[in-house]
């Protein structure tokens, strides 16, 4: 018996540095590998992954106390299939993971919908898409945009006056290229809206939410950086863009301790149909809220984006899509989040809205995050 046992254990052993030989080849191979994009999406996923189950496993098989607590919380999984997941990335406990590689966008499936908005389901999830860095042109002419009877009205004297001139809210855009349709002549599909011109991308967007904060007596930082040569210049690539804003944010936070709210603002990829809902006679362009499960500060991230859902909800049924939670197969994974317990990361409409459009939808934010300031204000002084 102690023979029979022996030889299990031994061919265990055998199988393990098998396996371990054909990762380290494969980890090799990626890593010389010419697609920056690839290698690090590859690493990220093998690293995300299994790196914690990885290591409870090692430690549990030393000493299984100090693992138990980890175990019963997330299940005890074979050694076999702990081999299976990181050399193949295939969970023996999530049928999707045979399929996530093989069928168009089923990726989105591992992303989770924490509320859902009017009409959200499974098969409209949002979904992160990806657009070479070359491919981002100055497109687009410099308009006038429409303007809100509001902001003609407003002479900016409330600007700050809650604040003494000290700015609470940073707006930032790590895909600053993200732009719209109907801004830029000649376009008709999604990968004709991406464009360095401020103009027409979601830049412009970010500029009239600090001027509506600041005219809430919010003060505001707006965030105008060419994300497309930032990235450049770093030597990074699209797949990194959240390591280029991580800087900018990081930079800002630092220079301003007063600093409360980061806000990555974001535009969507799909449709007309899908991003913009009529309220009472008036589109807007349908907004909503990612957060990164991956993120420390998960909980405190989704009190304040499920505050404002909730009062966009109840003021303005069906603006929200809802909120994404997205872990590092469906995403980032963080979002940069992990730098503030009040970080936001806002998608704004999608390719085919208009300015009026999304106009509209920020003056719905606004007022629903100012309502949520003001609370945070109140209970704090």
């Known amino acids: 018996m102690n023979k029979v046992k022996l030889k299990v254990l031994n061919l265990r052993y055998i199988v393990i540095c098998i396996l371990f030989t054909i990762i380290c080849i494969l980890t090799s191979f990626f890593i010389s590998s010419n697609s920056s994009v690839f290698k690090s999406f590859y690493i990220n996923q093998l690293l995300g992954t299994n790196s914690t189950k990885g290591l409870m496993y090692m430690i549990g098989s030393e000493n299984r106390y100090f693992a138990e607590e980890f175990h019963k919380e997330k299940g005890r999984a074979s050694l076999e299939s702990f081999l299976l997941s990181l050399s193949t990335n295939i969970n023996v406990n999530d049928l999707r993971s045979l399929l996530t590689r093989e069928l168009p966008n089923m990726n989105q499936f591992y992303s989770e919908i924490l509320i859902a908005g009017e009409g959200t389901d499974y098969t409209n999830i949002p979904e992160e898409s990806s657009i070479p860095l070359d491919n981002i042109k100055d497109k687009g002419t410099a308009i006038e945009h429409p303007k809100n009877e509001k902001e003609n009205n407003s002479t900016g004297e409330n600007s700050n006056t809650q604040n003494n001139g000290e700015n609470k809210v940073f707006i930032y855009h790590t895909h600053s290229w993200e732009a719209f349709i109907p801004l830029i002549p000649g376009a008709t599909i ?15 967007v970010g500029n009239y939410l600090k001027q509506k904060l600041e005219e809430k007596g919010i003060g505001v930082s707006h965030d105008t950086t060419n994300m497309r040569d930032f990235l450049r210049n770093k030597n ?5 863009s959240y390591k280029g804003s991580r800087q ?3 930079d800002k936070l630092a220079q301003d301790k007063n600093i409360m709210f980061p806000m990555d603002l974001h535009r969507d990829d799909a449709r007309k149909n899908i991003t913009t809902k009529n309220i009472n006679g008036k589109n807007y362009a349908r907004l909503y809220f990612i957060l990164g499960r991956e993120n420390p500060n998960y909980e405190k991230n989704k009190k304040i984006v499920t505050a404002i859902n909730s009062y966009l909800d109840e003021k303005y049924y069906g ?13 980032n994974g963080v979002y940069n989040q992990d730098l503030s317990p009040n970080a936001l990361l806002i998608e704004m409409g999608g390719v085919d809205n208009t300015p009026e459009e999304l106009y509209a939808s920020v003056d719905a934010l606004v007022e629903a995050f100012s309502h949520y300031y003001n609370e945070v204000t109140k209970r704090n002084n």
């Open 190 to 204: 999604p990968d004709d809206a991406s464009s360095t011109n401020n103009e027409v991308n979601i830049t412009f």
């Open 319 to 331: 603006l929200s899509r809802g909120i994404f939670i997205k872990d590092r197969k469906s995403g």
């Open 236 to 240: 990074l690539n699209w797949a990194q």
């Open 248 to 250: 900018i944010l990081q």
